[in-house]
């Protein structure tokens, strides 16, 4: 199952394990492979209507659930308008509007809510390209309602709240160029790496992706192994896109060092960070324009879990010499057209004066551990 947006319903359902649709709610949100979305009017209904999210007694938080992305009702404020005018002779909450407008932006997501003001249309065949699980599901009878392709609408009738699930990859859509939000297969025979002195085998694990780093055995030489890049093939256009995110946790056994100076060249003391990356089509080829590091957000090497969310606005990344996509007309320009016409994405390592030259450890050991690498 995909990722999905997140009514207010299951939202208190999963976070008070009093609920009575807890259990079901937190079955559905293990077999998500991707953070859940939120809206602020999602956020605040929820704060409002139940103590659960203050009450660390009954509360089964799980911080896959909470590390959600957040879809601006400001931003989306004349869409909202337009729903909420759309659907006047119903009764229809800013949240509600709020749920509706991240269906449109986030076709390939799931909708996940307890309310039955919420249905499910037999809008048109799924398409022989699609792989949808199901329709919707009401736990109290565990069964499927609906195997066609679903679009979102409101029901007139206000029948009883029943839990409900929808699936599908053809939520209703009214911006053509509105980027569908998609999480990468987390696979090790569709990812590869980029190393030195070494190879760096991955391994594919209960839906995430890892790999140990290389162990500096014969000093800062350049002999030793180390990991440059991990990346996988999205031939794409990323124009209309949000951001590029990863979600990760770097596991370590005793105190381990993230070495990164292999070269006389690299002077800068500027310790290993982790940072997102992607490349145009025939960037192996060079190129001055050809590949992107993101430069404002990275994470420098250390045990921990983090998310990364990085837009794509040419201020955030950096050309192959470092120069920010902002800098001339040239680098605009380059980085809109690598940006049309994407090859590879995927996470670089490196520190002192290059993003990507490479990491090792010593002094103990250290994994990477890919559980999300999404385009939103």
Known sequence: MRAAIVDTGPLVAFLDRAEQHHRWVAEKVEELNAPLLVCEPVLAEGNASARAFLDGARCGCSSKMLRSGSSSAWRNLPALRKLNQKYRDRPTSLADACIVRMAEIYERHAVLTLDSDFSVSQARPSSAGTHSPGGAV???????MSTMQPSV??????SKRAALIVFGLGLLLISSDAPASESLPLNSDSWSTITSGGTVPLRSVDGTLSFD??????GNGTSDATINA???KAARS???AGHLTATFKVATTGVPTFKYMFEPSNTCAH????????????WRSGGEYHRWWANRIAYQLAPGSVTLNVPLTPNHWSSVFGKPGTYQSDSRDGFQAAMQNVAEVG?????G???GHGVNVSGGTAQFILTNYGIL
């Open 138 to 144: 009401d736990p109290s009878r565990g069964e499927e």
């Open 153 to 158: 609408h409101f029901k007139t009738s206000n």
């Open 213 to 218: 780093f290389p162990v500096a055995v014969k």
């Open 230 to 232: 991990l990346m996988t």
């Open 238 to 240: 990323l124009a209309g």
């Open 271 to 282: 310790a290993a960070h982790v940072r997102l990356w992607f490349a145009r089509a025939g």
């Open 347 to 351: 996470l670089v390592f490196g520190g």
């Open 353 to 355: 004066c290059f993003f």
